[in-house]
């Protein structure tokens, strides 16, 4: 009788552990994380661009940014090259767009956080910090107020490739409000013009004449190398020469931050050599518009999730896991507590 009941304990005592270990697998295969990796092509300016929507982000901030980047074969085309991280969120007075994170050479990969420039902006920003943002209000696009800020990242007159790995956002108590890891919009997919939700949270974007790829891989994986098309390396000039002057220096130059200003959308494909001030009252999408691609014109009606689709990680799976283990781990005392096995009931 005491040789079945060991056996029959010995059966629960597995079940419940297989149960956990599918649990605990499930939970991995649902966080198995992205990289994003920026191919210039010919384009000038190509990068991606995230939606950080109100219905995310609206409170419990501040918010923390993380994500690491790997940088291969960095080459300028023109004197102000470099890779960057920008965020529309108006926190330096008369700047619609800041720059957050600039970097100008090839690398492994590292944290992004915040560099040198945001020192210049004097609002408290030191170089070394994770790159934050306040509760999202909302930006002003052609006169209407949408319910995101935007979140742009890729190279500004360079070759060879960057890649993001990993991207997710925290909030002030550190619980993960979105990620990469979690938006089913990059499942399954190689390539970000593949991503069928017509409303994304994530697009290409461009400045320049869209021929850039925005490639999508497991971050497990080697970062994709493909054939590109490589425009003119730009060589450093020596004491005394220049290859620009005050006429031909880039919107986007020094902290990339003044790609585009606030009265156009900001998702059209924007001359980045066109300097027009943020307070320009002037129509300017019809006269700095180069070429509008269905690429980077979807982010046009994208930026809010539904309630059905919220990007983030779904609550029913850790419901489901807990309540398991819980039925699991009470069927086992149960038979304990018949068979007198546990330790305060006496045989």
Known sequence: MRSIRKRLLAILLAAMLVCVGFAGTSVTAESAGKQLTVVPNTDVQPFIRQFLPKSLFGSGGPFTINMQVKIDNFKKTHVDGLIFVNIW??????????????????????????TDVVESYGIGLKAGDPITFDNVKGMWINGKLEEYILCDMGMLYAQGTVTFRNFEVTNAAGEVVYSWATDPDLEGIDDITKIENPEPLIVKASFGDGSGQLLVSDATEEVPTVPTTEPPVYEDPGPGDSTTDGTETPSGGGDTTTTNPAS??????????????????????????????????????????GDDDEGSFPIWIPIVIVVGVIVVAGVVLLVLWKLKKLPWVKE
Do not use: C, H, Q
């Not at 926190?91 to 800041?98: C, F, P, Q």
């Not at 027009?276 to 300017?284: E, L, N, R, W």
């Open 264 to 305: 156009e959308d900001p998702v059209a494909t924007t001359d980045p050599a066109s300097d027009v001030s943020a307070d320009d009252s002037s129509d300017v999408s019809d006269s700095s518009s180069r070429d509008t691609s269905a690429d980077s014109s979807a982010a046009a009606v994208g930026g809010e999730l």
């Open 89 to 114: 969120d108006d926190r330096v007075e008369g700047k619609t767009v800041n720059g957050y994170f600039n970097y100008d050479e090839s690398t492994d990969w590292i944290d992004v956080k915040m």
